[in-house]
T-cell receptor, first 107, second 116 residues
């Protein structure tokens, strides 16, 4: 059975303090890995799709990387507006979501 | 502006009542999905549809029903058989399903269903 585990569950950082969020997965035949951002009470906003190990994608202060077992979402010099829950999902036989990492950036 | 709309934003259900959540998209996407989100849990798939007049059960379809009469619309009915309906419901769409590059799902703003 395909599984996705995100860690940590919650992360609190100071503004400008860089860090990484982890998405570990087990899937039979990875067809894609997705990162989303979700603000409270709103729908997830698409960030990245990664298809193969070694692939990287960047958007502003965010960079997503992919290995055969996990993906990292690196946040460089975050700002308070980066505070949100970040969701990871893997596409094998079907799309499976992790439970998310709640990120808080303090000014 | 292309996108996905969901209505209402909040919905209250009385015991024994069926309620319908609306989802409309103008992205010309073929595939549409309904998810349920509960605190501390990942999104769980209720139903999905690849084309008009066809839909498939997801992981937690019991107590729910859908229809896909138009490409743009995929309403979800929460029936009285769903004993724990309180949740945040999300509709999504993608260009297609199962073809690399076309399966990225885009989400609507969600509907929060509460039980009176």
């Amino acid at each position: 059975e395909d599984q996705v585990t995100q860690s940590p569950e919650a992360l609190r950082l100071q503004e400008g303090e860089s860090s990484s969020l982890n998405c570990s997965y087990t899937v039979s035949g990875l067809r894609g890995l997705f990162w989303y951002r979700q603000d409270p009470g709103k729908g997830p906003e698409f960030l990245f799709t990664l298809y193969s190990a070694g692939e990287e994608k960047e958007k502003e202060r965010l960079k997503a990387t992919l290995t055969k077992k996990e993906s990292f979402l690196h946040i460089t010099a975050p700002k308070p507006e980066d505070s949100a829950t970040y969701l990871c999902a893997v596409w094998g036989q079907k799309l499976v979501f992790g439970q998310g990492t709640r990120l808080t950036i303090n000014p | 502006d292309g996108g996905i709309t969901q209505s209402p934003k909040y919905l209250f259900r009385k015991e024994g009542q069926n309620v319908t959540l609306s989802c409309e998209q103008n992205l010309n996407h073929d595939a549409m999905y309904w998810y349920r989100q509960d605190p501390g849990q990942g999104l769980r798939l209720i139903y999905y549809s690849q084309i008009v007049n066809d839909f498939q059960k997801g992981d937690i379809a019991e107590g729910y029903s859908v229809s896909r009469e138009k490409k743009e619309s995929f309403p979800l009915t929460v029936t009285s058989a769903q004993k724990n309906p309180t949740a945040f419901y999300l509709c999504a769409s993608s260009i297609g399903l199962g073809t690399s590059g076309k399966e990225t799902q885009y989400f609507g703003p969600g509907t929060r269903l509460l039980v009176l």
